[in-house]
């Protein structure tokens, strides 16, 4: 019996409906926004299409190839979604508010109630190590789910996050978990296992595992950190490699120096260039397990970039260390 076979343009699926009534009559201000967002979507419909045609050529179970070329549609759409919603954040940025008056209002009547005693809540039982890394794994890849992802234990009690997207990077929008930390930039053996070689005890997710139900995140407690060593004369070096870089947007270099002049950033701008790295991050997680090398260095200079100008000096850090790691340019401490 033969089996269902996705189409490979799956474009209706990823952009049906989602384009916003507000640019259906476009004026001379907003035919620009416009025609950017619909290039925009286009090529996150082309790269959805582009991997639902590696998979299709995939040999591999139908159930298994069935789920994923539906994470594949259902991340575009959400991605799609996302950019409809940041261009309308520009578009309202861009008219003034209605002044919106209130009616007057009667005054509430007040009602008292007997107080409920809350019961006592149960004290949930202590977590194994084991399980405590299954949820942070888990966390990370409901994040994340096409990525491979790992938590270990090291011999000194530390707790690191790892991801085989470009020898242990992780990229930018990604929350740690609590008390976790990254793996500093390095060259190392390709693969989880060697990532985790200086680990005692993991967890392991790979695209297409189950999560297991158990424990929410923490929520009070501060997410993990980014490590990287400093990088001297971090704004001026990261001027410098956004200058004339090919395929980089030009606006990443303007923000660039505005952050290190300390002129400011306007948040029209900043929108403007989180786009052009939530579209860099689409393109290259569309190619994993794939690496698109050049495309991954323009990906963490527009992360360093966005973090710099936004005033997070450690993010900024950790995404122009792991640039200068991969270019062979071992940045100097402090």
Sequence with gaps: MPTFRMPDDCTPWVLGGVW??????????????????????????????????????????????????????????????????????????????????????????????????????????????????????????????????????????????????????????????????????????????????????????????PFERGRPAEPDHPPGAVEAPAVESLGRQLCEATRSRDGLPRLTHTLAEAAVAGTGVAEAELDVLRVHLDTARYQLLARYPATDSALLLNCLLLAATTALAAGDHTVANYHFAWFHELTGNHPPGP
């Design 20 to 209: 916003p009534a507000e640019l259906d009559h476009l004026t001379a201000d907003t035919a620009p926004l416009a025609e950017y967002l619909r290039r925009d979507l286009q090529r996150i419909a082309d790269l959805a299409n582009h991997k639902l045609r590696v998979l299709n050529e995939t040999v591999m179970p139908p159930h298994a190839r069935a789920a994923e070329q539906n994470r594949v549609v259902d991340a575009a759409r959400a991605f799609a979604v996302q950019r409809v919603a940041s261009t309308l954040r520009q578009l309202s940025q861009q008219t003034d508010a209605d002044t919106q008056v209130l009616p007057q209002l009667d005054p509430p009547t007040l009602a008292f109630a007997a107080p409920i005693m809350p019961a006592e809540p149960e004290e949930p039982p202590a977590e194994t190590v084991e399980q405590r890394l299954r949820r942070m794994v888990d966390s990370l890849a409901r994040q994340e789910p096409g990525l491979r992802w790992a938590v270990g234990v090291r011999a000194d009690g530390s707790t690191v996050v790892v991801t085989d997207l470009a020898q242990g990077w992780v990229p930018p929008g990604i929350v740690l978990p609590a008390g976790t930390v990254t793996p500093s930039p390095a060259q190392r053996a390709a693969g989880l296992r060697g990532l985790l070689a200086d680990t005692e005890t993991s967890a392991r997710y790979n695209p297409g595992d």
